[in-house]
C-alpha cells in the first residue's frame, strides 16, 4: 500500500521559512514525479510544483524563487523548502504522486504575525 506522510507545517512569521517533508512508503521518490499542492481556506487546491524522476522541478508563478522543491533517495522523502514566506502562503499542504493517485493527509502552515 502506498502512503504518503507530510510532516514540518506550523506557525511562522511573515518573511519566515519552513520545510515541509514529505515522506513515502510502498514506493520510491526516486520512480515517479513528485507534486506539492495547497489548499487555502474557502479556496480550489492549487499546485504548488513538481520534482520530475531526473530532478528537474517546475513552480508555479506565486511561488516561484521562494519555494523549492528536492528529493532524498536514501530517505524515500520529498521535501518543499518555503522562503520569504508570505500570509498568503497560508494553507494546507499536501504531497501527490500523480501516477498512482495517492495523496497524503497534509499538513497546515500558517503566516501570520
Known amino acids: 500500500q502506498v502512503q504518503l506522510v507530510e510532516s514540518g507545517g506550523g506557525l511562522v512569521q511573515p518573511g519566515g521559512s519552513l520545510r515541509l517533508s514529505c515522506a513515502a512508503s510502498?514506493?520510491?521518490?526516486?520512480?515517479?514525479?513528485m507534486r506539492w499542492y495547497r489548499q487555502a481556506p474557502g479556496k480550489e487546491r492549487e499546485w504548488v510544483g513538481d520534482?520530475?524522476?531526473?530532478?528537474?522541478?517546475t513552480y508555479n508563478d506565486p511561488v516561484k524563487g521562494r519555494f523549492t522543491i528536492s528529493k532524498d533517495k536514501a530517505k524515500n522523502t520529498v521535501y518543499l523548502q518555503m522562503n520569504n514566506l508570505k500570509s498568503e502562503d497560508t494553507a494546507v499542504y499536501y504531497c501527490?504522486?500523480?501516477?498512482?493517485?495517492?495523496w497524503g493527509r497534509g499538513t497546515q502552515v500558517t503566516v501570520s504575525s
Open positions: 520534482i520530475f524522476i531526473d530532478f528537474r522541478t
Open positions: 510502498g514506493t520510491l521518490v526516486s520512480t515517479s514525479t
Open positions: 501527490h504522486i500523480p501516477p498512482l493517485g495517492v
